[in-house]
């Protein structure tokens, strides 16, 4: 299995703040890397597809980056409604993994 | 507007058999594959397998042994059967519809996800 791995586990950060959040695959994946957010009793919601690609209606704040093995979600500003934790996921092969998330908590 | 609803029990005895249906509104389940994902606290989140809208299905070789996906399109659902179950499914198990592009697959819609817990 490709194992995906983030960093940091979490973090605290104020409302206004730049957000990057790193997923390292264990073997090549090409661009085939996902973003998702999720809140607390929430299903996760997909933010970003194809490493950089936003998903409809997400807003303009979230970024993707990355390519291979190394992958980056940049918030630019954090909004209030932003403190999530995220995951990241990749569809090169099967089984489709997911990386341990990144809580994004409010300093 | 796409919605999926899980239903099924929330409770199974150890050794016993999960089943949980995932209803589809707003779209036709046809065309698309779905897919099982679940969430537990010590293994974060864990993809458990696709089926396509015609019944071809890939698993999770973890699960596999025990797992089995159908699809009803009459019905507009799809459902998920895991055998054997231990204290280690208990989880929050969600549906999923699976988004493709010529560059890579994703989890587009999501169910809210229901609770099933194994225990006597």
């Known amino acids: 299995d490709i194992q995906m791995t983030q960093s940091p586990s979490s973090l605290s950060v104020s409302v206004g703040d730049r957000v990057t959040i790193t997923c390292r695959a264990s073997q090549k994946i090409n661009s085939y890397l996902n973003w998702y957010q999720q809140k607390p009793g929430k299903a996760p919601k997909l933010l970003i597809y194809a490493a950089s690609s936003l998903q409809s209606g997400v807003p303009s704040r979230f970024s993707g980056s990355g390519s291979t093995t190394d992958f980056t979600l940049t918030i630019s500003s954090l909004q209030p409604e932003d403190f999530a934790t995220y995951y990241c996921?990749?569809?090169?092969?099967?089984?489709?993994?997911f990386g341990q998330g990144t809580k994004v908590e409010i300093k | 507007q796409v919605q999926l609803q899980e239903s099924g029990p929330g409770l199974v005895k150890p050794s016993e058999t999960l089943s949980l249906t995932c209803i589809v509104s707003?779209?036709?389940?046809?065309?698309?594959?779905w897919s099982w994902i679940r969430q537990s606290p010590g293994k974060g989140l864990e993809w458990i397998g696709y089926i396509y809208y015609s019944g071809s299905s890939i698993y999770n070789p973890s699960l596999k042994s025990r797992v089995t996906m159908s699809v009803d399109t009459s019905k507009n659902q799809f459902s998920l059967k895991l055998t054997s179950v231990t204290a280690a499914d208990t989880a929050v198990y969600y549906c999923a519809r699976v988004g493709c592009t010529s560059a890579v697959c994703y989890f587009s819609y999501w169910g809210q996800g229901t609770l099933v817990t194994a225990s006597s």
């Open positions: 707003g779209a036709s389940i046809s065309n698309y594959y």
């Open positions: 996921e990749q569809s090169y092969t099967t089984p489709w993994t």
